[in-house]
């Protein structure tokens, strides 16, 4: 069965950093590209960064300024964000996504981890 | 950044009933549009994408229509189950955007 499974989430104080992940089963990993999305509490969901299959095409929101890092290891099948400088505002549930082949819309998503940024 | 609007903000219907969704962009996005549902505390799940195509195992009361800067999301007859929000999703400028969602609740 295609699962993707999202762990790493939790409190963090304004300013501080966070590395969520994602563990993806049931399909070729190192086939497809994937993505970060997020919902914080009362708002819709936000795009935030894809990655392509070898990691060769990186893209991220204007709304992240530089603050949070993509990457995947093909060998673990698995997905990360690394986040920097965290705000308030960052506070969400983060979704991974799979990138459908040849379409790369999100076909396939994670139940998501928790961030919580406050002091 | 290509923004997508979506309306009504909420559509209060009964089951059996037919929904329409709007999703306007701000720039045309050619057919490169994606909808999907999404239930509180599940994951999204995409419904259409490239405007018109159902994703693998989504029902046909399901169907899209639209290009350039138009598209509707059409539910032809509401099941319990798809009471729910939904979102437009544009692909064809990076940075990717979404709508800012669709909640289609029990009348």
């Known amino acids: 069965e295609v699962d993707l499974v999202e762990s790493g989430g939790g409190l963090v104080q304004p300013g501080g950093s966070l590395r969520v992940s994602c563990a993806a089963s049931g399909f070729t990993f190192s086939s497809y590209s994937m993505n970060w999305v997020r919902q914080a509490p009362g708002k819709g969901l936000e795009w935030l960064s894809f990655i392509s299959s070898t990691s060769r095409t990186i893209y991220y929101a204007d709304s992240l300024k530089g603050r949070f890092t993509i990457s995947r290891d093909n060998a673990k099948n698995s997905l990360y964000l690394q986040m920097n400088s965290l705000r308030a505002e960052d506070t969400a549930v983060y979704y991974c996504?799979?990138?459908?082949?040849?379409?790369?819309?999100?076909?396939?998503w994670g139940k998501g981890t928790t961030v919580t940024v406050s002091s | 950044e290509i923004v997508l609007t979506q309306s009504p903000a909420t559509l209060s219907l009964s089951p059996g009933e037919r929904a329409s969704l709007s999703c306007r962009a701000s720039q045309s996005v050619g057919s490169y549009l994606a909808w999907y549902q999404h239930k509180p505390g599940q994951a999204p799940r995409l419904l259409i994408y490239?405007?018109?195509n159902r994703a693998t195992g989504i029902p046909a009361s399901f169907s899209g229509s639209g290009s350039g800067t138009d598209f509707t999301l059409t539910i032809s007859s509401l099941e319990p189950e798809d009471f729910a929000v939904y979102y437009c999703q544009q692909r064809s400028n990076w940075p990717w955007t979404f709508g800012q969602g669709t909640k289609v609740e029990i009348k």
């Open positions: 490239d405007a018109s």
């Open positions: 996504a799979r990138g459908m082949n040849s379409h790369y819309y999100m076909d396939v």
